[in-house]
């Protein structure tokens, strides 16, 4: 009787899902994620000054108004972006790094590249209907 046969329960380790993909530099993506993130809480914050802008000098009501939607509507992108980046950098925590949040699948290297907080791999990103 070959004991050395191979024990059928212990088949080839499984590839983890946690496992981080190989050849990503997950500190320096670290790094530019915080810098990004950085940067959106600077803009943020200016965001606010222009929403208290009040009307003077010779700034007219509209313009006054048209400034102040602006604003909102780059604070509501920002937000966004920043739930992104941190949700990124939570995945990184994790070791979940690089999968896409919906199917599971590696997310293209360039795609990563391109915006490290990109949650999704192109296939489930051409499936959504928000542009992610
Ligand atoms: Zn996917």
Redesign the pocket.
Known sequence: MDTRRADPTQGPALLLKTQVIPDMNLSSIKEQLLRQRADIERHLHETEGAKELEVVGRLSRANAFQARELAFQNEKRWSRELTRIDSALARIERGTYGY?A??D?EIAPGRLEANPAIP??I??AQTQSTPM
């Open positions: 896409c919906l199917c699948e999704l791999c296939k489930c």
